[in-house]
């Protein structure tokens, strides 16, 4: 895969690869484009997927026993912390 532009493609620029977007992107594109709610964007990011993937027992929200992962942002949602495990990361 390579990325050109801002897209991904395969290599012989045959056809799409993925995305390149990344969460807080996502985030702040359903906040301002879709009309979502902060809250209601975060849950599509983290609690749906994680129900999806069957891994919701330790990711996804933010309760007792969970993994400490949290991502803290602004009303615009710019990072400014990253917390895996307990730990600051960034």
Request: net charge neutral; glycine share 12%.
């Given at each position: ?32 484009m879709g ?40 009303d615009g ?14």
């Amino acid at each position: 895969m390579i990325v050109e532009d801002g897209v991904a493609k395969l290599p012989d620029r045959s056809a799409f690869a993925g995305s390149v977007a990344t969460a807080d992107r996502l985030v702040r594109t359903m906040v301002t484009m879709g009309g979502c709610s902060i809250p209601q964007a975060v849950k599509m990011i983290t609690e749906n997927p994680a129900k999806i993937m069957g891994i919701s027992d330790r990711k996804g929200s933010i309760a007792p026993g969970k993994d400490a992962d949290i991502v803290i942002f602004d009303d615009g949602v710019n990072i400014g912390r990253t917390i895996v495990n307990g730990n600051v990361i960034y």
